[in-house]
């Protein structure tokens, strides 16, 4: 049996749609792998589960006696200082943990709506 001629240009282009398709769907279509969609998910995860702690920060802070003098110190300072300041504050310590969270303390910043300068 033998195959029309057009067969194998039929062929090819059929190969380099699909790889334009492909290239298109990955880049500009939104269409993802499961490994980025799994990333992605855990991300949005971790962030709503440091916005959920926010309150326990600001509560903390509004209950802490040397408040005004460390929302100062915090305002004056900049970049990784300011975190720094709000780690060591005691504010962005989680409820159970030992540890600060940097995470944490760059949300308690935007939740005392400290300007950033």
Not at 37 to 53: C, D, G, H, P, R
Not at 74 to 82: D, I, S
């Amino acid at each position: 049996m033998k195959l029309p001629a057009w067969t194998l240009t039929a062929l090819y282009g059929a190969l380099v749609c699909a790889v334009f398709a492909s290239i298109i769907g990955f880049t500009w279509g939104g269409w993802t792998t499961d490994r980025s969609a799994k990333k992605m998910a855990e991300q949005y995860a971790s962030e709503q589960i440091t916005l959920a702690k926010v309150p326990f920060c600001l509560e903390k802070s509004d209950i802490d006696p040397n408040k005004l003098s460390k929302l100062t110190q915090v305002q004056e300072a900049t970049g990784f200082t300011r975190r720094k300041l709000m780690t060591d504050s005691g504010w962005a310590t989680p409820p159970g943990a030992n540890a600060p969270s940097s995470a944490l303390a760059d949300a308690c910043i935007a939740g005392l709506k400290i300007d950033e300068s």
